[in-house]
């Protein structure tokens, strides 16, 4: 079945700084790949998403890049602010949505 | 729209215990799934269905069962719970088949099996 690998594990930053997460999956198949904020004690919620037809997405300060010949996809946060504190979850969907291992961001201010 | 709804919010189970987690939409979605989610673990998908009637295993589905009589709810039974199965419990919905598009989590159920 579909495997999704997340890194890092987790992540600190400093304010203003950008943050990287990068997913790599298994199935060439999968043909949509969104990206999940989980605040503390809240439930996840998606921030951004991207087809497999397109390479790049951006939204403001959240920009996510797909490469299907490599199989990974990474989010990127410009400006960093301490409101984008939160773990950070990578998803891939072959029918059913698997997701990655979550990343923690920290921004320190 | 009341969203993704789960009941309880919190249920402490001994061993051997059995018990139903609700879950409840109210945007005719036809896509509905159940994810645990534990430390360093992300979450996993135990099972899913893509709609009344409809249903199939996910990546842990062992310990599980679910039934999908209506397109509003998805139950999930535990019919003999293990310590393994304390987690966090989200039920999401899609209006799209296989979630291919915006999955809606609700607030979450927490599980402890002692």
């Known amino acids: 079945g579909e495997n999704v690998e997340q890194h890092p594990s987790t992540l600190s930053v400093q304010e203003g700084d950008s943050a990287v997460i990068k997913c790599t999956y298994s199935?060439?198949?999968?043909?949509?790949f969104p990206w999940y904020k989980q605040e503390l004690g809240k439930r996840p919620q998606l921030i951004i998403d991207i087809r497999s037809n397109v390479g790049e997405k951006k939204d403001q300060r959240i920009a996510v890049t797909l490469n299907k010949t490599a199989k990974h996809f990474s989010l990127h946060i410009t400006e960093t602010q301490p409101e984008d504190s939160a773990v950070y979850f990578c998803?891939?969907?072959?029918?059913?949505?698997?997701f990655g291992q979550g990343t923690t961001l920290q921004v320190k201010p | 729209n009341a969203g993704v709804t789960q009941t309880p919010k919190f249920q402490v189970l001994k061993t051997g215990q059995s018990m139903t987690l609700q879950c409840a939409q109210d945007?005719?979605?036809?896509?509905m799934s159940w994810y645990r989610q534990d430390p360093g673990m992300g979450l996993r998908l135990i099972h899913y269905?893509?709609?009344?009637?409809?249903?199939d295993q996910g990546e842990v589905p062992n310990g599980y069962n679910v039934s999908r009589s209506t397109t509003e709810d998805f139950p999930l039974r535990l019919l003999s719970a293990a310590p393994s199965q304390t987690s966090v419990y989200f039920c999401a919905s899609s209006s799209a088949a296989g979630g291919l598009r915006e999955q809606y989590f609700g607030p979450g159920t927490r599980l402890t099996v002692t």
């Open positions: 269905s893509v709609g009344a009637g409809i249903t």
């Open positions: 199935d060439s198949a999968s043909n949509y």
């Open positions: 998803a891939s969907n072959t029918g059913k949505l698997i």
């Open positions: 945007m005719n979605h036809e896509y």
